[in-house]
């Protein structure tokens, strides 16, 4: 059964830092590549960062360059998302998703999805 799921959300003040943790299951991890999006309430699923099949390739939203970090480890099944210097703005609730074809920033593309961790902010 093929699952992903999100941990390490929370409540964190401005300027504050969180780290997300996306295990998987059931499936090959390995040879898809990896994303992470957001959705805060009343808007779209948006970007936030995406990792290829071995990590040597990254992309972030303009948004987020800078301040978080997509990594992952094959070995444990597990992609990650340091955040750092959060900001309100940043508060939504986060999916890691799988993509087999490294496609980037088109949630269509996207085969496998998280139940999602919310993440909020403080001003």
């Known amino acids: 059964q093929v699952q992903l799921v999100e941990s390490g959300g929370g409540l964190v003040q401005a300027g504050g830092s969180l780290r997300l943790s996306c295990a998987a299951s059931?499936?090959?991890?390995?040879?898809?590549?990896m994303g992470w999006f957001r959705q805060a309430p009343g808007k779209e699923r948006e970007f936030v960062a995406s990792?290829?099949?071995?990590?040597?390739?990254?992309d972030y939203a303009d948004s987020v360059e800078g301040r978080f970090t997509i990594s992952r480890d094959n070995a444990k099944n597990t992609l990650y998302l340091q955040m750092n210097s959060l900001k309100p703005e940043d508060t939504a609730v986060y999916y890691c998703?799988?993509?087999?074809?490294?496609?980037?920033?088109?949630?269509?593309?996207?085969?496998?999805w998280g139940q999602g961790t919310q993440v909020t902010v403080s001003s």
């Open positions: 059931g499936w090959t991890f390995s040879g898809y590549a």
């Open positions: 998703a799988a993509d087999r074809w490294y496609t980037g920033r088109d949630t269509r593309a996207y085969n496998y």
């Open positions: 990792i290829n099949w071995s990590g040597g390739s990254k």
